[in-house]
C-alpha cells in the first residue's frame, strides 16, 4: 500500500492518493478525522462519488484519488 497527499497551490484543494500494490485487498486504517472526502476517481472506474468516512478498503491492485473535504482538521 502506498499513499500520500498531493496539495494544489491555487486553490489549496487536498488530494488522497491511495495505491494497493498487491495481489490482496486491503485496509487503509485512518487514525485521525482527516479521512473524510469523495473519491474522484478509482482505477476500477466504478466509485465516483463515493463518501469516505474512516478506514478505506482498496481492492487488489487498485488506486483511488480521494478529494478531502477542506473542514477536515489538519
Known amino acids: 500500500m502506498l499513499t500520500y497527499i498531493r496539495r494544489t497551490s491555487r486553490d489549496e484543494r487536498e488530494f488522497l492518493i491511495a495505491l494497493n500494490l498487491g495481489s490482496q485487498p486491503q485496509v487503509l486504517r485512518r487514525y485521525t478525522d482527516t479521512s473524510?472526502?469523495?473519491?474522484?476517481?478509482?482505477?476500477h472506474l466504478d466509485r465516483s462519488d463515493e463518501r469516505v468516512q474512516g478506514d478505506l478498503q482498496l481492492r487488489p491492485n487498485e488506486?483511488?484519488?480521494?478529494?478531502?473535504?477542506?473542514n477536515s482538521p489538519k
Open 36 to 43: 473524510e472526502g469523495t473519491i474522484e476517481l478509482s482505477t
Open 63 to 70: 488506486g483511488l484519488l480521494i478529494r478531502l473535504d477542506h
